[in-house]
């Protein structure tokens, strides 16, 4: 079973930037889907994006044009970097992975990390 490990959280002030990395134990390249998501204070988890083996991407309309996944299988790493925070971007972010089938809905994804907190300061 694939280990997930993420870092890169912190906190940092409104219309700052954080990246976020994702490494894997094991090739990431078996795995048609990888992504992100995210779980405010006290609110259910969500899709923050995904991106496919073959370099297809989705986006939640809130992160749209400030965020961007991508994935290197040389290193078995995914990062996500995150540009013009905002303070409803506060949440535990967790990389996630899936065999196929990939979409923003958090229920049907396999493997997961144990997360790290990003805190943004309005």
């Known amino acids: 079973q694939v280990h997930l490990v993420e870092s890169g959280g912190g906190a940092v002030e409104a219309g700052g930037s954080l990246t976020l990395s994702c490494a894997a134990s094991e090739s990431l390249r078996p795995f048609g889907c990888m992504g992100w998501f995210r779980q405010p204070p006290g609110k259910e988890r969500e899709g923050v994006a995904w991106i496919s083996v073959g370099g297809g991407r989705e986006y939640h309309d809130s992160v749209k044009g400030r965020f961007t996944i991508t994935r290197d299988h040389a290193q078995n790493t995914m990062n996500l970097q995150m540009n013009n925070l905002k303070a409803d971007d506060t949440a535990e972010y967790y990389c996630?992975?899936?065999?196929?089938?990939?979409?923003?809905?958090?229920?049907?994804?396999?493997?997961w990390g144990q997360g790290t907190q990003v805190t943004v300061a309005s």
């Open positions: 996630a992975a899936k065999n196929f089938g990939c979409t923003l809905e958090h229920r049907f994804w396999d493997y």
